[in-house]
């Protein structure tokens, strides 16, 4: 059953995706090197809104320069060199193993308060399970804040649906196809509505129970990719800014262990996405077929290891 949060607890890496895969919840307080992470979010982004509050900035500015602004700064970030740096200290610091750790860029993340900026480059995420996009049930994510955030404006999870499956659209979804769709397109641009066809569920869902974690700045909030989670409704007046990445641990890829899959019906996988915490190479082919289908034939192979 999950029904745990473990709050700054000393096991292992190994004992810890066992627990995770199993639907149970971590969260960390800050560390050296998180702290170090955030300040250096923290410089790009303050440096990107060019002395505004970043937090209150969406006041003073049309929707349009918005979304401009953070096309910039979002991949800015990604493909920072320094913000792979960052993520080696991180692991090293979470007890993972560099050489049998993979992990893929970590994305910048904003949800603007009160619908001002919901699509497009600050999707609103709706509930979903990241297994429904094509990735593994080995894949673990992790979440920090970059500022303080509060319960409404933060990120939630919806325990009950730990082991009941939820009807939703994950059998359109094609991974390839979807890199394919979206090459070369800004989503910049997309102000309104989002025409991209994103996997959710196709049933009501019942949003309570929930769990909000609210940690400090460079907290860290570790979670399985089979968790269903969504963005809350931003009410609080303030932009959240938030990083997120997902890892891949070599030897549970190989041995198939992960969480278990109870409904989703996505083609393709993210595996060619990961790049190995020590020396920034890929997952070997071999392991990469184990998660992969006759779409990998079919279909045009494209994927893009730095997409934003
Ligand atoms: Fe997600």
């Not at 607890?9 to 627990?19: A, C």
């Not at 910049?188 to 700045?217: F, G, S, V």
């Not at 990719?225 to 931003?234: D, I, R």
Request: glycine residues 4%.
């Amino acid at each position: 059953m999950n029904n745990t949060v473990y709050y700054d607890s000393p096991v292992s890496d190994d004992v810890r995706r066992r627990r995770l895969y199993d639907g149970q919840l971590f969260v960390y307080s800050p560390r050296p090197s998180t702290t170090a992470f955030i300040a250096f979010a923290r410089s790009m982004i303050e440096e990107a809104f060019e002395g505004l509050d970043p937090r209150t900035a969406q006041k003073n500015m049309p929707v349009e320069r918005y979304a401009e602004l953070l096309g910039k700064l979002k991949p800015a970030f990604i493909h920072h060199p320094e913000s792979k740096r960052h993520l080696q200290n991180i692991f090293n610091e979470f007890d993972c193993d560099l050489s049998k750790t993979y992990f893929d860029v970590p994305r910048m993340r904003s949800s603007t308060s009160d619908g001002y900026l919901t699509t497009g480059i600050a999707f609103a995420w709706h509930p979903h399970r990241d297994t429904w996009y094509s990735a593994p049930g080995c894949q673990i994510n992790w979440w920090l804040p970059i500022y303080e955030i509060e319960s409404d404006n933060a990120m939630a999870f919806h325990p009950r649906y730990w082991n009941q499956p939820i009807k939703n659209s994950s059998a359109g979804y094609n991974y390839y196809n979807w890199n394919k769709l979206h090459r070369g397109q800004s989503v910049t641009k997309i102000i309104k509505e989002d025409p991209r066809p994103l996997p959710r569920a196709t049933e009501e869902i019942e949003l309570d129970p929930q769990i909000r974690i609210i940690c400090p700045p460079g907290g860290m909030i570790l979670f399985s990719a089979a968790h269903l989670h969504s963005s809350v409704p931003n009410t609080s007046g303030l932009t959240r800014f938030s990083i997120d990445f997902r890892t891949i641990n070599l030897e549970d890829a190989v041995a198939r262990k992960g969480s278990a899959n109870i409904d989703a019906a996505c083609t393709g996988t993210v595996m060619r996405d990961f790049l190995r915490g020590s020396d920034f190479s890929r997952l070997p082919d071999d392991v990469v077929a184990l998660y992969d289908d006759e779409t990998v034939k079919t279909g045009e192979l494209i994927y893009d290891p730095n997409r934003a």
